[in-house]
């Protein structure tokens, strides 16, 4: 028997299975360092999120299993007269539940909790080579109104 998916705040002790599925696409492939061993960097990476009041690493659990992650930033600001942001990134979903709806349900819940917050916009980045997560995200509303930069350093 399947139960309905459960959205909570990430446990340190969700991190295998969180670090699993960033590495489970082929982005992520090349950006993560899946394990076992884990890099420890990951544990510190945790706490820090977890410290920040700003920052929710959200989890979905279904019959015990982490199937869905992702991580809301709520980000205060000037313009737009002091108006908060709610910033979605690194929104995962297990290979086993992709296209069973949960990406939608995930992110109803994480505008839901940013309006809860008291953000005024949602938003979020996709990497340029996301053709098919573009559209999704158009179909949930967003509209690509930026463009957006990035350096390393």
């Keep these: 028997m399947t139960c309905e998916p459960q959205f909570r705040r990430a446990r340190s002790d969700d991190l295998q299975a969180i670090v699993d599925m960033l590495a489970d696409d082929p982005l992520g492939a090349t950006r993560e360092a899946a394990g076992p061993p884990y890099d420890p960097i990951y544990a510190q990476a945790f706490a820090a999120i977890e410290a920040d009041p700003n920052q929710f690493l959200a989890v979905v ?28 990134e690194s929104v995962r979903i297990h290979s086993d539940a992709r296209g069973s709806g949960l990406g939608r349900a995930m992110f109803e819940w994480a505008i839901d909790t940013c309006r809860q917050r008291g953000c005024e916009l949602a938003q979020l980045t996709s990497d340029a080579t996301r053709q098919e997560a573009h559209q999704f995200y158009e179909a949930l509303g967003f509209q690509a109104t930026h463009t957006g930069f990035k ?3």
């Design 151 to 153: 350096r390393a350093i």
């Design 61 to 88: 659990e279904r019959d015990c299993q982490i199937i869905g992650v992702m991580q809301l930033s709520f980000i205060p600001g000037l313009s737009r007269k002091g108006m908060w942001r709610g910033q979605i």
